[in-house]
């Protein structure tokens, strides 16, 4: 139901702890799919630590149909009942509620408590979807142990699942069947969860570091059997390293994992039985890219682990989302790290950290929906699902590992989980742990949760070749008026030969003959002095990416080379080269949006630099990679002061085909170097070569000749995986051949996986070549389904987010395709919706043509009777 008043903001300031506390929960469904009845018998406590008598229960879309206190039926004036709250008042001090209610799952098409999808019962709880199925103190801070009864049709519905442990299951009258459940530990509501469906299941006996045998299950819909093997494994690879790295043992005798075709996110970590999107599930070589193996590990990984982080310890308040988000995905960024194993291979996934920093959460940090990693209020809260919460959130994490070491890191671990096990608690509790268990003071540290934006660090150096003293000197700038963070700066120093210095820093601790040094800026600016400098150094400033900043320092080209030649630190050699490529970027797209891209030139210094790591065989494939991509369209729009999407789009254009063009023969050479016959795997050595070779491809490709196109075509035809048949497929299509019969015949072959059909839809409509008369011809497409949000997500964000050139369009045709599907897709999907509505964040940034049009679409949507969650987008975007 909407409500017609405006949207209340909710503040941090104000948390009060519950007035009830809830002990037992105690479920039942009967499942059906336009009426469900629940019956909801809860016993609560009146919390010492609350002031106020009242229960106060919430509850949206669903229809009271019954409710007895203590035995005695309430009558309407007993209650009070609205929109979103049933409140009892002055209630006894213990209390047993029997809620009965009804709710219809196959039209909620939000996807956010009981749904429908494919003819099956799913659930999605978090944030505050539980609410939608019954009403309850729907709060992480109430922690309550959950039975749940479930009964629906056998035959349509054979699977019955839910949290924690099956114990009792049997058959009922008219062909109904029902499950009990009981989960042993105490959960916020948000972590509820059932599935009733028809699926199969690869299941699989697992032994724990300390002997016990547990169950482990990954569900999909018939047909999918073939793509749950690298679930499967992630999941037990998730396991090991949990009790490996952090000494976490699994905590039940089954854990589960569901695959579902409609999801508003990746996955969630209900308790025992995990959701998640079929894209983070379903793989084969035949449907899967290495991109998608990959982010299967991540999400396996980063769900189990909230079982420790996040279900286990959970939050206090949403407002504390970042407690379980960004150290969970922490977890899973090491995980993913340790799994590679290799010095360079955890490199390159720190790399790929940093692009998606940049790419995502620096934009957000710098437009209207910025926010602290730990926000101060909010209207929505599925809104702060963010970038910033999460990556960002991660970052603070890595932050004090990079401070404290591993060691002290891992104590601060351990302390924490002493201290919270089976609590609710908020990022100063852990930010405590950290502190005591190393003995530190961190109170500086807090205001990482606190002051939003992006900082920047300013870099100095001087040198004295009679004391032989090099310093730096370093200084940082918040946002106005906010105070200095307390910011790791990992630092080397590089000879003239290109090796590490051995450094000797005044004052510092540090192992003999390091090599790298972590300085700790807490002062807006402060020296630091190494000693014994021999010669002139080159500095290379904040390795690894120590701290979420932006870096300024000037580096001549001379120095960028020697970087990008020699430096110990892979974050940093391509750091360099993402600096040089930066610096021609700029300067090109300023000669584009002045005289057009006829007389641009690339010099020879740059092109040699690409060529030389191009063929340095002695890097891995997958660094080589990354080094030669060029800094996204995003991105470079993040360093200019007026956006001009085209000349930025033609300007980097440019520098793609000049690269093809020059490196011809050393782009086909690799191209074949980096073949990987055999049977496909999804290990990082592989999928390194595919990357560098498939890039090959794609410069070699940016103004085709018959050579190139065949060679395009040839890997299409003979591929032997979805990594080199998409790549193969792509490259065709963004070089503006005509791709045509080659679309087709993918979408022939593929017809019935959808996955794979999504991307279709999204290589079509992130290629420079589909304007936004393209992107509504394929809407008419049988296979589009704007109530699918993958495959909204496909085609509808591809374009806006992925395809700058084009969607800001001078006529501004774009915008109005925009406005139009977010209210579209507000009717259906407020979440989806919501964040198709954060495409517009930066428009005040474009040229003053485009920036007016952009206003109109989003008045044009604020004029509309929105969700909270658009409105709230919205309303922060047109804000001064
Ligand atoms: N907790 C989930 C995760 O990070 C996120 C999530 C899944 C979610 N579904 C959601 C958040 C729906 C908001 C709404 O793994
Ligand atoms: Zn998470």
């Known amino acids: 139901m909407r409500t017609d008043s405006s949207p209340t903001t909710i503040f941090r300031q104000d948390y009060t702890p519950p007035a009830f506390l809830v002990e037992t929960v105690e479920l039942g469904f009967d499942l059906a799919p336009a009426r469900t009845v629940v019956a909801n018998r809860i016993t609560l406590r009146r919390n010492p630590d609350a002031a106020s008598h009242d229960i106060v229960l919430y509850g949206e879309e669903i229809e009271l149909v ?112 029902y499950a009990k459940w009981e989960d042993p530990f105490k959960k916020p509501s948000y972590l509820f969860a059932l599935v009733a469906a028809k699926l199969v299941c690869q299941e699989e006996r697992f032994k724990l570091a300390d002997g016990r045998d547990v169950l482990l299950q990954v569900w999909v819909e018939e047909g999918n059997l073939d793509k749950t093997d690298y679930a499967m494994q992630s999941l037990k690879n998730s396991i090991r390293w949990d009790e490996e790295r952090w000494g976490l043992e699994l905590d039940l005798d089954r854990f589960m994992i569901v695959a579902v075709g409609d999801f508003n996110m990746g996955a969630m970590e209900n308790k025992g039985l995990n959701i998640f999107n079929t894209k983070f599930v379903l793989a084969n070589p035949r449907t899967a890219t290495d991109v998608d193996y990959a982010g299967i590990e991540a999400v396996v990984g980063h769900e189990y682990f909230h079982n420790w982080t996040g279900n286990r310890v959970t939050c206090r308040d949403w407002f504390q989302l970042s407690l379980k988000e960004g150290l969970t995905v922490f977890r899973d960024q090491e995980f993913s790290a340790d799994m590679i194993g290799t010095d360079t291979g955890r490199a390159v996934t720190r790399i790929d950290q940093v692009r998606t920093l940049r790419q995502a959460q620096f934009p957000e940090d710098a437009g209207p929906m910025s926010h602290p990693v730990r926000p101060d209020s ?108 307390h910011i790791p700066v990992a630092v080397g120093l590089l000879g003239a030969d290109g090796r590490d210095l051995p450094l000797h820093l005044e004052h510092g601790k540090h192992a003999k003959g390091a090599t790298t040094v972590v300085l700790e800026l807490t002062g807006q600016e402060q020296i630091f002095r190494f000693r014994n400098v021999d010669e ?103 360093q200019m002061d007026v956006v001009d999407p085209q000349a930025i789009h033609k300007a980097r254009q440019f520098m793609r085909r000049t690269i093809g063009a020059a490196l011809k023969q050393e782009l086909l050479a690799q191209y074949q170097a980096n073949q990987t016959p055999g049977e496909y795997s999804p290990d990082a050595a592989s999928a390194g070569k595919r990357a560098l070779k498939n890039l090959c491809l794609s410069y070699l490709m940016v103004a085709p000749g018959a050579d190139e196109l065949k060679l395009a075509q040839q890997q299409f035809d003979n591929a032997s995986n979805m990594t080199d048949r998409s790549a193969a497929l792509v490259a065709m299509i963004h070089s503006g051949a005509d791709a045509g019969p080659y679309l087709k015949s993918f979408y022939a072959d593929f017809e019935h996986e959808a996955l794979v059909i999504d991307k279709w839809f999204a290589m079509q409509a992130s ?70 509505a954060r495409a517009m964040d930066r428009w005040r940034r474009y040229a003053p043509a485009l920036q007016a049009k952009m206003k109109q679409a989003l008045e044009q949507v604020a004029a509309h009777k929105l969700s909270n969650d658009v409105a709230e987008v919205v309303t922060k975007a047109l804000a001064n």
């Open 66 to 177: 019954q409710l007895r206190l203590n035995g005695q039926t309430l009558e309407a004036g007993d209650y009070q009942l609205n929109e979103s709250t049933l409140t009892i008042r002055s209630a006894p001090a213990e209390a047993v509620l029997e809620i009965e209610t009804l709710c219809a799952p196959a039209e909620n098409t939000a996807l956010s408590g009981l749904y429908v999808s494919n003819g099956n019962f799913y659930t999605q709880c978090e944030a505050e979807g539980f609410r939608r199925i019954t009403y309850f103190p729907d709060r992480p801070d109430v922690m309550a142990k959950y039975t749940v009864m479930l009964r629906a049709d056998k035959q349509q519905y054979p699977v019955l699942l839910g949290n924690g442990n099956l114990i009792e299951q049997g058959d009922l009258d008219d062909g109904r069947h």
């Open 378 to 485: 909010f209207v929505e809260i599925n809104n702060f699902y963010t970038v910033t919460v999460y990556e960002k959130g991660a970052e603070v994490v890595r932050m004090y590992q990079t401070l404290l070491g591993r060691d002290g890191f891992r104590k601060g671990m351990d302390l924490y989980f002493e201290r919270h096990d089976g609590q609710a608690v908020t990022c100063d509790d852990f930010r405590a742990a950290m502190a005591d268990a190393n003995r530190r003071d961190l109170s500086q540290f807090e205001r990482w949760y606190s002051q939003a934006g992006t900082p920047v660090v300013t870099a100095r150096t001087r040198y004295d070749a009679v004391k032989r003293n090099f310093d730096i000197i370093l200084s940082q700038r918040g946002q106005a008026e906010q105070q200095p963070f």
């Open 536 to 638: 002139r150094p080159i500095p290379s400033i904040l390795r690894d990416f120590s701290a979420p900043v932006i870096l300024e320092y000037d580096y001549t080209d001379d120095e960028l080379l020697h970087l990008f030649n020699h430096d110990s630190d892979p974050v940093n050699r391509w750091e360099a080269g993402q600096r040089l490529a930066m610096e021609r970027l700029l300067k090109l797209t300023a000669q584009v949006a002045a005289h057009g891209d006829a007389n641009l030139k690339l010099d020879h210094t740059f092109i040699n630099a690409m060529r030389a790591v191009l063929t340095d065989a002695t890097l891995d494939p997958a660094f080589r990679e990354l080094a030669l991509i060029l800094p996204s369209e995003t991105i470079i729009a993040e």
């Open 767 to 836: 290629a420079p070549t589909s304007d936004v008369a393209a992107v509504r011809k394929l809407m008419e497409h049988p296979a589009f389904n704007l109530k699918n949000p993958n495959r909204a997500r496909s085609l509808i964000f591809n374009f806006t987010n992925a395809n700058p050139a084009r969607f800001h369009a001078a006529d501004g045709s774009a915008y109005a395709f925009w406005a139009e599907f977010v209210i579209k897709l507000d009717a259906i999907n407020p979440q989806v919706a919501a964040r198709l």
